[in-house]
Nanobody
Framework: VQLQASGGGSVQAGGSLRLSCAAS????????MGWYRQAPGKQRELVAN?????????ADSVNGRFTISRGRGNAKNTVYLQMNSLKPEDTGVYYC?????????????????WGQGTQVTVPA
């Protein structure tokens, strides 16, 4: 599975950006897709993720400002992150993630994939 992210950039505080990430290399619906971010000097943290069924989860720091969604049909393995009311603390490299889950008798396997990262900058 390969992930191609796009949409980063620099925007003033209060502005908006939309990130996109398309997965290729599989015909199956990816179980969980999401976004993580890493600010300078900090650990990578979950921003939001969404299952193939549409159940979404997001960090408290972005609730009410960021919305994660997935495409439908042929775009089912594309994930979007609409970021509104951006703040300087949202600055960082945003990484797209994907997780495939397979099961066998008595066994659950998880396969994680990462995109190349896209820079989001919100100057103070």
């Amino acid at each position: 599975v390969q992930l191609q992210a796009s949409g980063g950039g620099s925007v003033q505080a209060g502005g908006s950006l939309r990130l996109s990430c398309a997965a290729s290399g599989t015909i199956f619906s990816i179980d969980v897709m999401g976004w993580y971010r890493q600010a300078p000097g900090k650990q990578r943290e979950l921003v939001a993720n969404i299952t193939s069924g549409g159940s979404a989860n997001s960090a408290d720091s972005v609730n009410g400002r960021f919305t994660i969604s997935r495409g439908r049909g042929n775009a089912k393995n594309t994930v979007y992150l609409q970021m509104n009311s951006l703040k300087p603390e949202d600055t960082g490299v945003y990484y797209c993630s994907a997780r495939r889950i397979t099961t066998a008798p008595g066994q659950v396997n998880e396969y994680d994939y990462w995109g190349q990262g896209t820079q989001v900058t919100v100057p103070a």
